[in-house]
């Protein structure tokens, strides 16, 4: 129920990421969702987009640094409480979270969060248990 | 003021003669005490003995730092331990240093060398020196500490680092020469300002500025903020330490080399081929009166030329120009001697580390800074943040353990750092020198 998303490393250096953008737009890869992590000095871009392959290949002749990660993308209640629920399992599970973001599109009337954890396979069957849908990675790309 | 009236105005063709019977000494005692010399004399086909003018000299071989190295630790000693009093070293470029040794009579020559520097730069008895060179193996500190005192002068032991402490005993003990690097100068009066101590203020009229090359610019910069005259001084531990050639205050322009124990040569770092006065090219020093460590023609790597004008000063000797660089790719960074074939031997031991890198050194609020510049390679790259900031972490702490400076790492993209013909593209110095 994993869902691959692609991480790019990029120098804080201006136009960067419009350089990234322009080369997945040349390829006609679409992107569904992305975060940005940054330093002072650098940044690492994730992405979720349509096509991984495709999107990994042209980055890398692009030049770009780019590596291949695992995610889980989950159903989010849109409602007051909605999130913290989900949190609130894993904590008691003793699983952390590494980083999260918001997917753009809505799955019915429940929002998408895209988690990265350190224990990706017991995080996914924690969720499961309580009752979070989590959504596979072909069925993410093409939303 | 002239410390030494004789032998500092020496009329030239006296002081070639003297120059001559102290470098056939020099060459018959090397010749017979180090194995070194004697094997480079016979593979060159020269004896002592064919060196019957200044000119001959240059049939002699070069003495380079590898051969200092090839001989570490006193291989290069041309007398007895038995006859050593002090032993300095200078930072080693690959882990060795460079060792070098001092009989009572070069301390001697050394402090009264000094001495003449000090003098050039206005000091006499009754000045108080405010010595900040770093005391300990390296020549700085140790050298104008015995040069004030055969000068006659009151020296302040002070030492390089602890700032605070520093400013403190300038404005209440009263130094009136300040020896120092120009770039610890230069932070010593940012920190006063900073306790409210105005430099202008205390009684400094000169300071006596080495251990690194500075530039013009750096000069106006040193007088206007510091309140004295900003005197350049010239040495290296393999020659005897500073107090190789310093500039007079009276005309600040080129820097006397006391002939009478040193003759300087410029040659073409190319072909080895000496130049005519007036040219720029690479420095080379043959001591005369060294005991324990002489060396003969011996490679500085320093830019500079010579010239052979006479000075409004009376001094005789001939004046060295600023230096302008090295001829190889050596860093000064804060005094400490650093290449970037050392930088690049620490980034190679760490794992994941493309061979390709770059040095920035810059020169922030006085004092110097290196940023090593390191491109990340898809084995290293990892998806979190953190995970990056431990391995320039790593980088940083492995380069400190290494070479005892600090160097600030970024991170780069892959193959955004320029490919090089040369070394020259790994290093880029943004400091005005």
Redesign the interface.
Known sequence: MKAEQISIFLENKAGRLAEVTGTLSEAGVNIRALSLADTTDFGVLRLIVDDNNKAEQVLKDAGFTVRITHVVAVEVDDRPGGLHYILDTLTRAGINVEYMYAFVQQSGDNAIMIFRFDQLEEAIRVLEQNSVTVISGSKLYTM | MIFDMEYETMPREALESIQLRRLQNTLSRVYATVPFYRQKFDEAGVMPGDVKSLDDLRRLPFTVKQDLRDNYPYGMFAVPMENVVRIHASSGTTGKPTVVGYTARDINTWAELIARSLASSGASRGDIIHNAYGYGLFTGGLGFHYGAETLGASVIPVSGGNTKRQVIIMRDFGPTILTSTPSYALHLAEAAEEEGVSFRDLQFKSGIFGAEPWSEDMRTELENKLGLKAIDVYGLSEVIGPGVAIECIEAQKGLHIFEDHFIPEIIDPQTGEVLPHGETGELVITTLTKEAFPVIRYRTRDITSLNPEPCVCGRTHYRMSKISGRTDDMLIIRGVNVFPSQIESVLMNIEGVEPHYQMIVDRQDNLDSLTVVVE???GI?????KG??QFSDTIETEIKECLGISARV???????IERSQGKAARVIDNRKL
């Not at chain 2, 790259?381 to 943040?385: C, L």
């Not at chain 2, 970024?410 to 955004?416: N, Y």
């Open positions: 990340v390679s898809e790259f990892s998806d979190e943040v990056l900031q970024r991170l780069a993209e892959p193959k955004s």
